[in-house]
């Protein structure tokens, strides 16, 4: 599905390969660019809740993680700090975030990172039976079900996120 208002040109990224080379069963949706996580799954044809943002944390020197929390939720720290056993985690600022993933901020996904990282995907996630994840470019999303993001990337699934106020 490709939107007319979408981003010129077909060009691949990294997650778009490397989605390819693990096998993982997907779809490739090109959108316009959005001015918020409801526009953006309205474009994709998805309930806000199958949208998947992903977030960096850092755990210590140059140890990191993704955390894929739907949108309307956000992740608890008390949750994730109690799931790792540590005390302490921190966010990246963007230009870290681009050093450690190879990805500049708001096109960030697991898939193609410039290295490996841990992944945790929200349980609330799970129960959908399509998600979007970011395909590496600002309008470019990969479609999937759940279960496949979960093992294409080796995830943990874990209750990590709090719906975010106003958004029940």
């Known amino acids: ?47 806000l809740e199958a949208l998947l943002r992903t977030i960096v944390v850092r755990r210590g020197e140059d140890d990191y993680l993704f955390v894929l929390v739907p949108a309307g939720r956000r992740f608890d720290w008390p949750k994730l700090r109690a799931h790792l056993g540590v005390s302490r985690l921190s966010l990246p600022d963007a230009d870290e975030a681009q050093r450690v993933t190879g990805y500049v901020r708001y096109t960030i996904t697991p ?3 410039t290295r490996a990282w841990p992944v945790i995907a929200d349980a609330a996630a799970i129960g959908q039976p399509v998600v979007a994840i970011g395909g590496g470019a600002r309008g470019v999303n990969l479609h999937l079900a759940p279960d496949d993001l979960v093992r294409g990337l080796g995830a943990d699934v874990v209750d990590v996120s709090i719906e975010e106020p106003g958004k029940a």
């Open 111 to 113: 898939f193609g990172s």
């Open 1 to 47: 599905m490709t939107d007319p208002g979408a981003p010129p040109g077909d060009a691949d990224t990294p997650a778009l390969a490397a989605v390819r080379e693990l096998g993982v069963e997907h779809r490739v949706v090109r959108t316009a660019l959005a001015n918020s996580a409801e526009e953006s799954a309205s474009m994709q044809g998805i309930p």
